[in-house]
DNA sequence: CGTGCCTGTTACTTGCGGTAACACCAGTCT
DNA sequence: AGACTGGTGTTACCGCAAGTAACAGGCACG
């Protein structure tokens, strides 16, 4: 077996396993996380068996698809926060692009964010940590890199950044997912209400009565 | 049948209700939500069709156990919210109340967090709005409420109010998961370092070299 | 030629959600 | 008293999905 050899195998199946994962995709995004491996063996002509060889278990298989996902939205998102602008449009244009692609494909949406997968019957629980998907995880520790690398925050910065990283993120996550779902505004207005929540507004905005307000 | 005979097989069934529930409780604390019917019967001392003529189906049975929790947190982020301080302690001491929370009981938190339900599997998807733990969304209604009552938000500020309500939440509960899985830093720290998020300083901060920043 | 080594299959086990059918025990109505 | 009702409880089953042998052909290599 020489090198060139193990190659082609080896190419062969890098091929084979994106073309199982293209049909994974299609039957979840067509019928939710809760595809049966059984489907998805269906949707790409083949049967069971295989694609538990090429991905071990269905948590291999969701992870692969997942991380497909998760890079190219990432990278959308590296995008907005990179663009030659200020603060605030930068802000506001990453937020844009988020809710732009989650609005355009919630079903890529929902599959990354409830995997639903308790993690191992045997687990002694108390591993807090993997699951609330990892692309919140992801998504917060990119924007907390990219904040400490622009912004002066003085002593701590670092931990500071890392925690409105994973803030922000959540924010953004929370608001989009309800915006989702209840579509009470448009996505400009929800865009320009939450940067306004980050530039203070919050702390600025007047009591309603006499009290000392909220 | 008069009516207190039927008042008492209600009380009696009430009884036996809050009693599998505790059970449940039990057994969802230990093994994580993926705990079957079976388990859970087996500690109420009792089997499985029992259950399901109290609560119709696991999923029914998880909602009125993540009830109880969510009720229960809610009820204290409530009084750190109607405490007697400036806005900003108040903002402190709801933050701080829930990060407590959660770190006292984790297992909780998850279970409340990531309850794991796929809708009916003849559902024809799209329907993303039901997912991602009730709580969430009703600690961003509860909040956006407050925040609405007590802030001059001029027009369109209930909208602005619910948007931020909902964000606010994800923000802390995004956050709070990150660092209930990694720790970096005290409860009193990460309360101070969100709460000058929300007061602004991402916007008031300066930039770290000479270009626009971020 | 046989020997590995892929790819693919059928057929199975295990475990869980959910249900049907039956059994017991208390009061109630006639 | 004896049939009726409504609650609690059981065992035994169905259906379905995850995951796993065990076996069958194609294709290179010695």
């Not at 890529?108 to 807090?128: C, I, K, N, T, W």
């Not at 507004?201 to 000392?212: E, I, K, S």
Request: net charge neutral.
């Amino acid at each position: 077996m020489d090198t060139t050899q193990r190659t082609d195998q080896q190419r062969s199946a890098d091929r084979r396993r994106r073309e199982l994962l293209e049909a994974a995709d299609r039957v979840v995004l067509r019928d939710g996380p809760q595809a049966s491996m059984n489907a998805i063996a269906a949707e790409a002509g083949i049967t069971k068996p295989i694609l538990y060889r090429h991905f071990g278990d269905k948590g291999g298989l969701y992870a692969a698809l997942a991380k497909r996902h998760t890079d190219a939205l990432l990278d959308s998102l590296r995008a907005a926060l990179d663009a030659p602008a200020d603060r605030r449009e930068r802000v506001e244009a990453t937020l844009d692009t988020y809710l732009a692609a989650i609005e355009a494909r919630p079903q890529v949406y929902r599959f990354l964010m409830h995997p639903a997968e308790g993690s191992q019957p045997g687990d002694p629980g108390f591993d807090v940590g993997k699951h609330s998907a990892p692309l919140l995880r992801r998504m917060g520790e990119e924007l907390a890199q990219v904040i400490e690398e622009r912004l002066d925050l003085g002593p701590g910065g670092q931990q500071l950044a890392r925690v409105w990283g994973h803030g922000i993120v959540g924010m953004m996550h929370a608001a989009g997912d309800w915006w989702l779902g209840e579509r009470p505004c448009s996505r400009a207005e929800l865009v320009r209400s939450l940067a306004d929540l980050l530039w203070g507004r919050l702390a600025a905005a007047g009591d309603r009565m006499g009290g000392p307000g909220f």
